[in-house]
């Protein structure tokens, strides 16, 4: 098809030498009026440097705009690093087989909007069974588009359309990510947990993918591959998506590179992108496990549809020769689209890095494994101050670490989260575009940064964006490339069993630190990361009793630069006294997860008499600020702060040094009671 880089390149190209921009015509087409003119240079663009040997002002400016990846940065040709920051537009997977909203607003303006605004990357889901579709030669013929707000869509069916939006995306110094959202082209296709179904196979997964890589081989304006939205399913449901090292048909890592190999053999430049699932086993259990052990306590991880990483750690995604084109995607959402147990009490973004994101998935970032594209996230605002809380929280995080994204969604017709548009298609929310997105889009000398080397975004012409030639072309020389000062070496004090808090002296830095990471060590094993505060002092909690630790902290600033690690602290632990008890029992008190304002926990009951017993009561009273706010497992009575607990009909009876567990989710500090006793009966 044509190339809009082709009329523009020699122009661009002259610019960069010159040291000038370019001024042309402006044509009707870019009429519109323009948006909010950009921000101030935010904290965004200090997280994304050159390549400190290869600036690209000091060489070719690059043909082609594929992406690649090193470590957890995503580079372009030259090595230089960039930053996709992006939105979704959903209709092609849909049933109407073609964008949403063609129906109101016309298709230009819609795209043109999106690039002058900021956003340098769409994502578009579409369907395994459009791509069937089309593979047969069976488009739709007659699409459903207002052909008089939309004139020269008039006679195009939808595979027409979606060229000529490529070519607006080219135009417009746009990228696009390609997300097979679902098997059957549905509204609601994306709640089947599968990337298969009924008559379409994985096989046929698979060969719809090769059809359209192959399509759009030579065109670099699709620069990425999202292989499947949000496999999810959990031990109770018919079908469920897991993650391991097997060939089973049900294992998602297994599919993503099967499907990231077969598109890699037709086009080695595109970005492969794999999600996560919804459950992955804790170290006890097993695939084969039930939802929850007969005690009641659990087998699996949960998280977000599509969110559930954990599986990455022991078994990565192996692309073989292409591995620096993997991407690694989890979704992300707030507590008005489901109440996740840790947006119950107080959460904020530290507790939700050190209890959710980093388990699930940024520790793929902080290992330096891969990066992370965050393939959706978003949701109503103004609405609701926890998921105003929440939003920020994840924008803040991306911006401070330089994680990719792609917001959901452009579309006001999303029910659980609304869009970046009203409802007249046209019009921005420009609260939630300016308080929410606009602040984590890619922005430098108070313009937005696009993906293309010769295009600016927002077209040629454009005074709010620029291309990645005019970005580089100074070699970024006026990046923040120094490092925090070293932080001073942690203090311990508060010794217990299971936990110990940590005080360190503040680092300087030229620009301002962001946050301190905790790192964590025992039995000689590398140091890992267990927590990232913005303040001197942390309580590491679920230690082992009578056990030795090494703790070191490393500072950050915006630009993502990090200091030397700290001068280590070691620590042993306090020895446990193994529970309390009286009468034949003892009870262990264990808190198994806490996020601010709140945690998990559980009180594992054995029997150490030499007789059976047929029933047992625990109790303890709640530290200072604690309760308790459901229990499961046993029957829970609380008078004056004093919690008893009483067996269940099925769990009374306990065999000789027999053991039985129930678990309870707190509000208030996570601290471990001193007067837990056990009684038999």
Same mark, same amino acid.
């Given at each position: 098809?044509?190339?809009?880089?082709?009329?523009?390149?020699?122009?661009?190209?002259?610019?960069?030498?010159?040291?000038?921009?370019?001024?042309?015509?402006?044509?009707?087409?870019?009429?519109?009026?323009?948006?909010?003119?950009?921000?101030?240079?935010?904290?965004?663009?200090?997280?994304?440097?050159?390549?400190?040997?290869?600036?690209?002002?000091?060489?070719?400016?690059?043909?082609?705009?594929?992406?690649?990846?090193?470590?957890?940065?995503?580079?372009?040709?030259?090595?230089?690093?960039?930053?996709?920051?992006?939105?979704?537009?959903?209709?092609?997977?849909?049933?109407?087989?073609?964008?949403?909203?063609?129906?109101?607003?016309?298709?230009?303006?819609?795209?043109?909007?999106?690039?002058?605004?900021?956003?340098?990357?769409?994502?578009?889901?579409?369907?395994?069974?459009?791509?069937?579709?089309?593979?047969?030669?069976?488009?739709?013929?007659?699409?459903?588009?207002?052909?008089?707000?939309?004139?020269?869509?008039?006679?195009?069916?939808?595979?027409?359309?979606?060229?000529?939006?490529?070519?607006?995306?080219?135009?417009?110094?746009?990228?696009?990510?390609?997300?097979?959202?679902?098997?059957?082209?549905?509204?609601?296709?994306?709640?089947?947990?599968?990337?298969?179904?009924?008559?379409?196979?994985?096989?046929?997964?698979?060969?719809?993918?090769?059809?359209?890589?192959?399509?759009?081989?030579?065109?670099?304006?699709?620069?990425?591959?999202?292989?499947?939205?949000?496999?999810?399913?959990?031990?109770?449901?018919?079908?469920?998506?897991?993650?391991?090292?097997?060939?089973?048909?049900?294992?998602?890592?297994?599919?993503?590179?099967?499907?990231?190999?077969?598109?890699?053999?037709?086009?080695?430049?595109?970005?492969?992108?794999?999600?996560?699932?919804?459950?992955?086993?804790?170290?006890?259990?097993?695939?084969?496990?039930?939802?929850?052990?007969?005690?009641?306590?659990?087998?699996?991880?949960?998280?977000?549809?599509?969110?559930?990483?954990?599986?990455?750690?022991?078994?990565?995604?192996?692309?073989?020769?292409?591995?620096?084109?993997?991407?690694?995607?989890?979704?992300?959402?707030?507590?008005?689209?489901?109440?996740?147990?840790?947006?119950?009490?107080?959460?904020?973004?530290?507790?939700?890095?050190?209890?959710?994101?980093?388990?699930?998935?940024?520790?793929?970032?902080?290992?330096?494994?891969?990066?992370?594209?965050?393939?959706?996230?978003?949701?109503?605002?103004?609405?609701?101050?926890?998921?105003?809380?929440?939003?920020?929280?994840?924008?803040?995080?991306?911006?401070?670490?330089?994680?990719?994204?792609?917001?959901?969604?452009?579309?006001?017709?999303?029910?659980?989260?609304?869009?970046?548009?009203?409802?007249?298609?046209?019009?921005?929310?420009?609260?939630?575009?300016?308080?929410?997105?606009?602040?984590?889009?890619?922005?430098?000398?108070?313009?937005?940064?696009?993906?293309?080397?010769?295009?600016?975004?927002?077209?040629?012409?454009?005074?709010?964006?620029?291309?990645?030639?005019?970005?580089?072309?100074?070699?970024?020389?006026?990046?923040?490339?120094?490092?925090?000062?070293?932080?001073? *070496?942690?203090?311990?004090?508060?010794?217990?069993?299971?936990?110990?808090?940590?005080?360190?002296?503040?680092?300087?830095?030229?620009?301002?630190?962001?946050?301190? *990471?905790?790192?964590?060590?025992?039995?000689?094993?590398?140091?890992?990361?267990?927590?990232?505060?913005?303040?001197?002092?942390?309580?590491?909690?679920?230690?082992?009793?009578?056990?030795?630790?090494?703790?070191?902290?490393?500072?950050?600033?915006?630009?993502?630069?990090?200091?030397?690690?700290?001068?280590?602290?070691?620590?042993?632990?306090?020895?446990?006294?193994?529970?309390?008890?009286?009468?034949?029992?003892?009870?262990?008190?264990?808190?198994?997860?806490?996020? *601010?304002?709140?945690?998990?926990?559980?009180?594992?009951?054995?029997?150490?008499?030499?007789?059976?017993?047929?029933?047992?009561?625990?109790?303890?009273?709640?530290?200072?600020?604690?309760?308790?706010?459901?229990?499961?497992?046993?029957?829970?009575?609380?008078?004056?702060?004093?919690?008893?607990?009483?067996?269940?009909?099925?769990?009374?009876?306990?065999?000789?040094?027999?053991?039985?567990?129930?678990?309870?989710?707190?509000?208030?500090?996570?601290?471990?009671?001193?007067?837990?006793?056990?009684?038999?009966?």
């Amino acid at each position: 098809m044509p190339s809009i880089r082709t009329r523009w390149a020699a122009t661009a190209a002259a610019c960069l030498l010159l040291g000038a921009v370019a001024t042309v015509p402006t044509t009707a087409a870019a009429a519109a009026a323009a948006p909010p003119a950009a921000a101030a240079p935010t904290s965004a663009d200090a997280s994304i440097t050159t390549q400190a040997d290869a600036p690209i002002g000091a060489q070719a400016v690059p043909a082609n705009d594929w992406l690649h990846t090193d470590g957890n940065t995503i580079v372009d040709e030259a090595g230089n690093q960039v930053w996709l920051t992006g939105a979704n537009w959903f209709g092609y997977n849909a049933s109407e087989r073609v964008f949403h909203g063609l129906w109101s607003a016309n298709i230009e303006t819609i795209t043109r909007s999106m690039a002058q605004r900021g956003i340098n990357i769409v994502r578009v889901p579409i369907s395994t069974q459009l791509l069937l579709e089309w593979k047969a030669g069976q488009p739709l013929a007659r699409p459903n588009v207002n052909t008089y707000v939309n004139p020269e869509l008039d006679g195009l069916n939808n595979l027409q359309i979606f060229d000529h939006w490529l070519d607006l995306c080219e135009e417009y110094g746009l990228k696009v990510l390609l997300d097979v959202h679902s098997a059957e082209a549905d509204n609601s296709g994306h709640t089947y947990p599968m990337w298969f179904k009924g008559t379409i196979t994985p096989e046929l997964f698979y060969q719809g993918w090769e059809w359209i890589t192959e399509r759009y081989r030579d065109n670099d304006t699709i620069v990425a591959m999202d292989i499947e939205n949000e496999p999810h399913g959990t031990p109770n449901d018919q079908q469920r998506a897991k993650w391991d090292s097997s060939t089973d048909q049900d294992n998602f890592k297994y599919a993503c590179e099967t499907a990231g190999r077969r598109i890699l053999a037709i086009n080695p430049n595109l970005l492969i992108l794999c999600e996560g699932i919804e459950v992955y086993p804790r170290p006890h259990a097993t695939w084969d496990s039930p939802n929850l052990n007969p005690d009641r306590s659990p087998n699996y991880f949960y998280n977000w549809w599509g969110g559930n990483l954990r599986g990455v750690a022991a078994h990565p995604v192996d692309l073989g020769a292409h591995q620096d084109q993997l991407v690694y995607s989890p979704h992300d959402y707030g507590p008005l689209v489901y109440e996740q147990p840790w947006f119950q009490g107080e959460f904020d973004k530290n507790s939700l890095i050190n209890d959710v994101w980093r388990p699930n998935w940024l520790y793929i970032h902080e290992d330096d494994t891969a990066p992370l594209l965050i393939g959706e996230w978003g949701g109503r605002y103004g609405q609701d101050a926890r998921q105003d809380k929440w939003l920020h929280a994840i924008r803040d995080m991306m911006v401070d670490y330089g994680i990719h994204h792609t917001f959901w969604c452009l579309n006001p017709n999303s029910g659980d989260t609304g869009g970046l548009l009203l409802d007249d298609w046209t019009s921005w929310d420009e609260v939630k575009y300016t308080e929410v997105l606009k602040p984590a889009l890619w922005q430098h000398d108070g313009r937005f940064v696009g993906l293309d080397h010769q295009v600016r975004l927002g077209g040629v012409d454009s005074t709010t964006g620029m291309n990645l030639a005019e970005r580089y072309g100074d070699g970024g020389g006026d990046d923040d490339v120094t490092a925090p000062t070293t932080p001073g *070496q942690p203090a311990a004090s508060d010794v217990t069993a299971d936990s110990v808090t940590l005080t360190w002296a503040a680092s300087t830095d030229n620009v301002g630190v962001t946050s301190y *990471q905790v790192l964590r060590s025992t039995g000689g094993a590398p140091a890992t990361p267990v927590a990232t505060v913005s303040g001197t002092t942390y309580t590491v909690s679920g230690l082992a009793a009578e056990t030795t630790y090494t703790f070191s902290v490393r500072a950050r600033d915006a630009a993502g630069n990090v200091s030397a690690a700290s001068a280590s602290r070691t620590v042993t632990t306090a020895a446990d006294d193994g529970g309390t008890g009286d009468d034949g029992c003892t009870a262990t008190y264990t808190v198994t997860s806490s996020w *601010q304002g709140g945690f998990q926990g559980s009180v594992q009951l054995r029997n150490t008499g030499a007789s059976a017993i047929t029933g047992w009561t625990v109790t303890w009273t709640n530290p200072s600020g604690a309760s308790i706010a459901s229990l499961w497992n046993g029957r829970l009575t609380t008078s004056g702060g004093v919690n008893t607990v009483r067996n269940e009909p099925y769990n009374g009876t306990l065999a000789p040094d027999a053991a039985t567990t129930f678990g309870f989710v707190g509000s208030g500090p996570s601290s471990t009671p001193t007067d837990l006793s056990c009684t038999a009966s």
